[in-house]
């Protein structure tokens, strides 16, 4: 019979945020960071405003919610205002 074969329980990727988009990577403690784009199977990601990118698995990445936006904005601007290094 036709689909005999086929595994039900096979996950499809999920869609492709737009670049830029703030999402939360829970396989990274729940960090915040911006879609950069794919690399390989896996998702690039970077700090809110800049930084030293990483990877992130796709089904562990969910769009950030708008709290967890202005907090990451926040502390970006907080560090910024006390002379960090970003």
């Known amino acids: 019979m036709y689909g ?5 329980n096979v996950q ?7 670049l830029g988009a703030l999402v939360v ?8 960071g911006e879609f950069r784009g794919v690399a ?3 998702w690039s990601l970077r700090p809110v405003g ?21 907090r990451a ?3 970006r601007l907080n560090a910024r205002s006390r002379g ?3």
């Open 4 to 8: 005999e074969n086929v595994c039900p």
């Open 12 to 18: 499809q990727p999920p869609d492709l945020p737009a």
């Open 25 to 32: 990577d829970s396989g990274h403690g729940d960090r915040v």
């Open 40 to 42: 390989g199977a896996r």
């Open 50 to 70: 800049g930084g030293v990118a990483w990877e992130a698995e796709p089904h562990r990445v969910r769009p950030a919610l708008l709290m967890e936006q202005l």
């Open 73 to 75: 904005r926040a502390a």
């Open 84 to 86: 960090e290094v970003l």
